[in-house]
């Protein structure tokens, strides 16, 4: 996959950036061609060399189709509940956000999004639904030619229409006034 100056690419857990040159260097003997990539989000420069930026995951912009897609898996909330300890869940949460596949990003935003529902998130968590979202939002602003707070809102909107699921009421252990009162074997 090859790139121009000006062309915006995606290098992953990192999102979307510019490619601002592309630049011959010489590093210990070794010559080597490298994408210069301007990272939107935060004004960070990486150097991606160009004869292994495909293995490194950088890749195009997601189509509109794949928009739609990331924003079907938003929707999709019935996926099992994960019950995996949550330095398990933060490990593959991690792997996925570091494939740079949108759709893996969405899985992880829409799964954090469930677990934010139904318990308070830890730190660690929080930066991970942070930097899904932040991916995400910026991926599908640069598809759309929009804004980004624009698909933050509309992300929101998903979110805040799937309702909490009502907690099991707790059984009474009063005893009933006309049941009997059980006898103990002494």
Do not use: C
């Not at 990272?39 to 293995?55: C, F, H, K, S």
């Amino acid at each position: 996959m090859e790139f121009e100056t000006g062309d915006k690419a995606v290098y992953p857990g990192h999102g979307v950036g510019v490619i601002t040159e592309i630049q011959a260097l010489e590093i210990e003997g070794i010559s080597a061609t490298v994408y210069v990539l301007k990272i939107l989000d935060n004004g960070m420069t990486i150097r991606v060399p160009l004869n292994n930026a495909g293995a490194l995951g950088m890749r195009r912009v997601m189509s509109a189709e794949q928009a739609n897609k990331a924003f079907e898996v938003l929707r999709d909330w019935d996926v099992p509940a994960d019950k995996q300890t949550w330095n398990r869940r933060f490990r593959q949460y991690t792997n996925q956000l570091h494939t740079g596949d949108p759709i893996e990003v969405s899985k992880v935003l829409r799964d954090l999004s469930l677990l934010r529902k139904n318990k308070t998130l830890s730190f660690g968590e929080r930066k991970m639904y942070d930097k899904a979202h932040t991916l995400l939002t910026q991926e599908i602003a640069v598809t759309r030619d929009t804004d980004e707070t624009n698909v933050a809102k509309q992300i929101e909107d998903i979110f805040a229409s799937v309702q909490k699921e009502p907690t099991k009421k707790r059984r009474s252990r009063k005893k009933k006034a006309d049941e009997p009162a059980k006898e103990t074997p002494t």
